[in-house]
């Protein structure tokens, strides 16, 4: 929800996952990108968090310039666990904040880690996660509160990414469940 209202503001995503009947505005996270974290770096998501490599800026920015980046903000929709590979971008980190148990319940409806790591396993990567989220320096939206239309920590965010605010429709009633 927090990065397809940035995208809708004029943030860069590349290409995506397509919307499908979880997620049915879409999931906009970079795909590419994405495989290429995974391929890289892992995804054992209860092992250490990965640092940057040699090379790996530059990959990024040959990915994203095959996808059309041509400047401007960019955005990455990606977990706390794989935070430590963008530091070296300098980025504006927008954490989205959610309960604990939502988390988890939004791994068990879409699959993903749930099947790898079964409910005890989830649990640990999504305490792991928000304590290294809690941590983290950057501009906290909570969903809860965007939801209920309080818009202030996107303004936030536009400001210091330099994107013009403006509202959006982008957020449906009742079409997303904060939790």
């Known amino acids: 929800m927090v990065a397809g209202m940035l995208w809708e503001l004029g943030c860069w995503i590349g290409r995506t996952?397509?919307?499908d009947e979880h997620n049915p505005r879409g999931y906009f996270e970079n795909t590419p990108i994405r495989h290429m974290m995974k391929a890289i770096y892992g995804f054992d998501l209860l092992g250490c968090f990965p640092?940057?490599?040699?090379?790996?800026?530059?990959?990024?920015?040959r990915e994203i310039t095959s996808q059309g980046y041509r400047g401007g903000p960019w955005l990455l929709k990606t977990g706390a666990h794989y935070s430590g590979l963008w530091d070296e971008f300098a980025p504006v980190v927008v954490?989205?904040?959610?309960?604990?148990?939502g988390i988890i319940?939004?791994?068990k409806r879409y699959g993903g880690i749930w099947h790898s790591y079964g409910r005890e396993g989830v649990e640990k990567v999504v305490d792991r996660g928000l304590a290294r989220l809690w941590n983290m320096p950057g501009i906290e939206v909570d969903s809860d509160v965007l939801v209920g239309g309080d818009t202030s920590a996107i303004q936030k965010v536009c400001k210091r990414a330099f994107l013009p605010y403006r509202q959006t429709d982008f957020i449906i009633p009742g079409a997303f469940h904060a939790r």
């Open 17 to 19: 996952k397509y919307a």
């Open 95 to 101: 954490k989205v904040m959610r309960d604990r148990d």
């Open 105 to 107: 319940e939004s791994y």
């Open 51 to 61: 640092s940057t490599q040699i090379g790996w800026r530059s990959s990024v920015k």
